[in-house]
């Protein structure tokens, strides 16, 4: 079945950096877009960042722009977030998500369990 694990996050400080990862199983993972969302307390899941199914585009919330970057390695079925010069509101549940085509939409159909960023000010 399709399983997508992410890791990486943890509690860092203001300005810091963390690398999130996920690593997928039970599909294709080379013909999917992927994307990451983030749920912050007490608001709604956001896209956060998406990149096509071989890596070729790209998009970001313009609230991350110029700070994180989505990868992905489709050898090794994962997909990363580099998140730099982090800040207090990048808080939350990071979610990686399987885009329902092989280009970037807003349409997903499996999530992982999600993994906590903190980031303290």
């Known amino acids: 079945q399709v399983q997508l694990v992410e890791s990486g996050g943890g509690l860092v400080q203001s300005g810091g950096s963390l690398r999130l990862s996920c690593v997928a199983s039970?599909?294709?993972?080379?013909?999917?877009?992927m994307t990451w969302h983030r749920q912050a307390p007490g608001k709604e899941r956001e896209l956060v960042a998406g990149i096509s199914a071989t890596g070729g585009a790209t998009n970001y919330a313009d609230s991350v722009k110029g700070r994180f970057t989505i990868s992905r390695d489709n050898l090794k079925k994962t997909v990363y977030l580099q998140m730099n010069s982090l800040k207090a509101e990048d808080t939350g549940v990071y979610y990686c998500?399987?885009?329902?085509?092989?280009?970037?939409?807003?349409?997903?159909?499996?999530w992982g369990q999600g993994t906590q960023v903190t980031v303290s000010s």
């Open positions: 039970g599909f294709t993972f080379s013909i999917y877009a």
């Open positions: 998500s399987r885009g329902r085509h092989d280009f970037i939409t807003e349409s997903y159909d499996y």
